[in-house]
């Protein structure tokens, strides 16, 4: 039980949780607004606005901040993660999403010709990536999830 309560009161834990949540929330709404059809995979899906993975990453370190102090080793390695992924999400998967979708459509057009039909499983995923905005944005989102968090 002790190890439980240890994780429910972990703040940078809980903080980037928070990020991640709000930024797949948001990523839901404005998928909507913009598309004007609620697609749910939104929820837990990758790739969108804002970014998901940068919102943690960034909720995290922020947090790492105000519990460790600037000057500590955690903040350092929280910090040093954030930008990979963040890098990450905005090189190699956002060309692996743009890769996905050529391929895809050369995978389309070899079904019409041969009259054989692709499960949905057998089609890639098109949504693994950001631009750098929806970094940006993901990242800017995360650390003030981690002010308000720990103001609260």
């Not at 948001?26 to 790739?47: F, P, Q, S, T, Y």
């Not at 890098?87 to 996905?100: F, I, M, P, S, Y």
Request: charged share 15%; hydrophobic share 50%.
């Amino acid at each position: 039980m002790e190890y439980f309560n240890a994780l429910i009161h972990n703040k940078i834990l809980l903080a980037g949780l928070i990020g991640w949540g709000t930024a797949q929330i948001l990523k839901l709404i404005i998928h909507l607004a913009v598309n004007k059809k609620l697609d749910l995979e939104r929820l837990i899906g990758d790739g969108g606005m804002p970014s998901g993975h940068s919102a943690t990453v960034a909720a995290v370190a922020t947090s790492t901040a105000f519990q460790c102090g600037l000057d500590s080793p955690e903040f350092a390695i929280a910090t040093i993660v954030a930008i990979i992924v963040m890098h990450d999400a905005k090189g190699v998967r956002l060309e692996t999403g743009k890769q996905a979708v050529i391929l895809n459509n050369m995978v389309e057009m070899f079904e019409k010709m041969s009259g054989q039909d692709l499960t949905p499983d057998e089609k890639l995923k098109e949504f693994v990536g950001h631009t750098p905005i929806q970094v940006y944005a993901g990242a800017l989102l995360g650390i003030i999830v981690a002010i308000i968090f720990h103001i609260l």
